[in-house]
């Protein structure tokens, strides 16, 4: 399923945008418009799927922390998530979580409101999942629509929570759909980083969120037949370099034998800015590519030679994947557009309000 448009209201700066997904999607604005907001917005759908929404929100402070701080109509308050995916459409709406006299430690988690999985059959819309508060209804896989029977947590999306995939398949496929996706944000390249640690061996198709385990992956790239590409990326970007897997099954790292060199670099050597390219590397050029691969400013610790290499790999990845690129480089953004034919989407702030560069109060 792929990811069609994104609908974010009452979330931090984003009081309502509704943004237009192609096929790769290249995110730019000046410092406080709002970018790291609508990657965090994505990020939250995600943990919508696996359960993890609630520790999301508390992570960032609370239900009062991540609403929307502007002028508020009169009438409830509501933080509002949704996606279309292919002809799937999923909204989620939140809020604070209903006062009570009872005292309770759990004041800041989000309380689900409402929540609704539709699906357009023969051009009319069929509802499969229905939520108002803790009533849920769900459409089987006999298409009866039916009372869920058990409890739902009500700081956690249902989609998470109805996990039957005979009962239920269509919800199943949905949340599937969401899981798939992979976010990657600035990796850990200090001293006592894993990705600088020898590790034990295991197949990796799909790079973890924090790297730790970049050696595997790029043994794996090369195991099921992508070392050319492999090798052709690394060359690219360090003219003359050449990937070395240094050690055993139990002991696996990598290294870099550069030009002019003695003996390839280990990982614990490489600079942060190479580590990390390494990282991206991986994750862009999967053997087993996710849904939808989302980069929050992946020029971090780059030197600017690199950004060029960069686009282009991006938009070779996008060629099997949907993307998502969130930068402040404005060289990576030109890049970026000049491969792969593609207009960078530009937010601006205006009045507290994150705003998308050229739409409407119609588009939105």
Wanted: aromatic letters at 6%; one cysteine or more; hydrophobic letters at 40%.
């Amino acid at each position: 399923m792929r990811l069609n448009e994104l609908r974010i209201s009452g979330y931090r700066s984003l009081r309502q945008v509704r943004l237009p997904m192609k096929r790769i999607n290249v995110i730019t604005g000046p410092n406080g418009s709002g970018k790291s907001n609508l990657y965090r917005g994505l990020v939250l759908l995600a943990r919508i799927a696996d359960g993890g929404f609630s520790r999301a929100i508390t992570e960032e402070g609370g239900m009062p922390s991540v609403l929307w701080a502007g002028p508020h109509k009169k009438g409830v308050i509501r933080m509002r998530l949704g996606v279309t995916l292919d002809d799937w459409h999923y909204d989620f709406a939140c809020g604070p979580v209903a006062p009570s006299n009872a005292i309770s430690f759990f004041q800041l988690d989000p309380g689900a409101k409402e929540e609704q999985v539709r699906l357009k059959l023969r051009g009319r819309p069929a509802v499969f999942l229905d939520r108002k508060g803790s009533h849920l209804v769900l459409r089987n896989g006999e298409g009866t629509m039916v009372t869920y029977p058990g409890d739902i947590h009500h700081n956690e999306a249902a989609l998470a929570e109805v996990r039957d995939p005979h009962l239920f398949p269509e919800l199943h496929a949905l949340r599937e759909a969401m899981l798939s996706w992979r976010f990657y944000h600035r990796f850990r390249t200090d001293e006592q980083s894993p990705i600088r640690q020898a590790k034990v061996a295991t197949q990796t198709p799909v790079l973890s969120a924090d790297g730790h385990d970049l050696a595997a992956a790029l043994v794996t790239l090369r195991e099921l037949g992508r070392g050319d590409l492999l090798a052709e990326a690394i060359d690219t970007a360090f003219p003359g370099a050449r990937l070395e897997i240094i050690g055993d099954a139990a002991h696996l790292t990598i290294g870099l034998s550069m030009p002019g060199l003695m003996r390839p670099l280990q990982a614990n050597e490489l600079s942060d800015g190479t580590l990390c390219y390494l990282c991206l590397i991986a994750a862009l050029l999967s053997p087993r590519p996710p849904r939808l691969i989302a980069l929050n400013e992946p020029e971090t610790s780059l030197h600017p030679d690199l950004l060029e290499p960069l686009a282009k790999l991006i938009a070779h990845a996008n060629r099997e994947t949907q993307i998502w690129v969130t930068t402040h480089a404005e060289p990576l953004a030109a890049g970026i557009a000049r491969f792969a034919d593609v207009e960078p989407v530009r937010l601006r702030l205006e009045d507290g309000e994150t705003l998308v560069e050229g739409q409407s109060l119609l588009d939105r």
